[in-house]
């Protein structure tokens, strides 16, 4: 299959020349295996999805890791998370080693609890998503934000549908969904009815962009507000869903305290809720909700292919006022952003950003984005300008 170069890929270099061990984890399919074995075609790699390493590892760990020398990538480790007391012993005898073993996982498996504990100070962490759309432009033409929304909604961003045209969408997201439910879901917590959970994921597509009202989905699915909670939980550390809190600290004023939900991939979200076709996306009743979740996915992608946890938040006012996203990527730096789903942006849109600013001066925002499909940058007032996803991008790239 095609390899397409990864953003995260300087600074995985950079931490194998400062680091014992590094672990990437991320979304079943996100393309980790992939990226470390091309980075690093002279490890050795094995992956615990085979049943024969899985077991070997299981009962003759010391054994399993001669056999794989002194660097080596081990594929799935939450499937033999006792491995990790053996790693640490290798990697103590020889800690002026940098590099020496490579570990991919997802995050709902208690990874990162497993790994800090085991190799405390021995290991550093990296999270890869589907691909950006910088990544994408790697491989294929795609040019403006509507072509870029459109690929990404209608076709999805995960590696093998983004190199290999003859895949079947449908088909795959219901495999991948279905997979999902049933390798890294039932085997591994007590949630109940598969099917409730289902039906719960799709009515989050359908959903996404908006407030999290529990109470409204425990109502509709027949479940308790803790096992919503706990089903959110589950979705959000497998990287399925992103929740954006609100930004209510210190303001002295009445805010909404509920997050929002957004998919990190917004193929998902489409398959999930049935939209098909161009026409359905762009004029559907999703369509400005669905453009929303594409801007926030991008934006999260943007701070994680640089090793940083995304500092977004949103925020919602007693009396009506919302801005859609509000970035605070270091102290003092408040970027807010409104997103609609418009080739025109106008006058009265950039109001939001301007009432903001006015209510909230405390706060210092800086001036405001309306990010739009429009064609090209345009000041809309003194502190509002209308900006293009890559305008956008750009200008997150030079304060992140």
């Known amino acids: 299959m095609t390899y397409i170069p990864r953003d995260i890929e300087a600074r995985l270099m950079r931490l194998l020349t400062s680091s014992p061990c590094v672990a990437v984890t991320g979304p079943r399919q996100a393309g980790k295996s992939t ?32 056999s794989l020398g002194d660097r080596a990538i081990i594929d799935e480790i939450q499937l033999a998370p006792e491995l990790l007391s053996y790693v640490k012993i290798r990697v103590d005898n020889r800690r002026s080693v940098k590099g020496q073993y490579l570990f991919t996982g997802s995050q709902q498996f208690g990874l990162i609890r497993n790994l800090s504990e085991s190799l405390a100070g ?43 045209d003859a895949v079947d969408l449908p088909s795959w997201y219901a495999s991948y969904l279905q997979t999902y439910l049933e390798r890294d879901i039932r085997t591994l917590y007590n949630i109940g009815d598969l099917r409730d959970f289902q039906r719960f994921v799709r009515l989050l597509a359908a959903r ?7 109470s409204d989905f425990s109502r509709e699915l027949g479940v ?21 809190p609100p930004y209510y600290t210190n303001l002295g004023k009445r805010i909404t305290k509920a997050p929002k939900v957004y998919f ?4 998902l979200a489409c398959a999930l809720a049935g939209v098909q076709g161009e026409a359905h996306l762009f004029n559907g009743p999703m369509a400005g909700p669905l453009f929303e979740n594409f801007c926030v996915q991008e934006t999260i992608k943007l701070f994680l292919g640089k090793g940083i946890q995304p500092p977004l ?3 919602r006012t007693g009396n009506g006022l919302e801005v859609d996203l509000l970035i605070e990527p270091s102290a003092g730096v ?3 952003v409104e997103i609609k789903l418009t080739k025109t942006p106008a ?18 925002p800086a001036p405001g984005l309306l990010l739009s499909l429009t064609e090209e940058p345009r000041a809309l007032t003194r502190d509002v300008t209308a900006v293009t996803l890559d305008d956008y991008l750009q200008r997150l790239e030079k304060v992140v």
């Open 122 to 164: 021995r290991i550093a962490l990296l999270e890869l998503l589907p691909m950006s759309v910088t990544e994408k432009r790697r491989h294929m033409n795609l040019a403006g934000s509507a072509a870029l929304f459109r690929h990404a909604a209608l076709t999805g961003s995960y590696p093998e549908l983004v190199v290999d």
């Open 334 to 336: 408040l970027l807010p």
């Open 264 to 267: 990190i991939d917004i193929g």
């Open 347 to 364: 006058l009265k849109q950039a109001r939001t950003l301007t009432a903001f600013r006015e209510s909230f001066v405390q706060l210092n």
């Open 313 to 315: 938040y949103y925020i």
């Open 208 to 214: 996404c962009s908006q407030q999290l009202n529990m």
């Open 35 to 66: 990226l470390l074995r091309h980075c690093l075609p002279d490890y050795a790699y094995v992956t615990l999805d085979d049943p024969f390493y899985r077991d070997q590892a299981h009962s003759d760990p010391l054994f399993f890791l001669d």
């Open 224 to 244: 308790s507000v803790p096992t919503v909670k706990s089903w959110l939980s589950i979705l959000e550390a497998s990287r399925v869903i992103y929740l954006l």
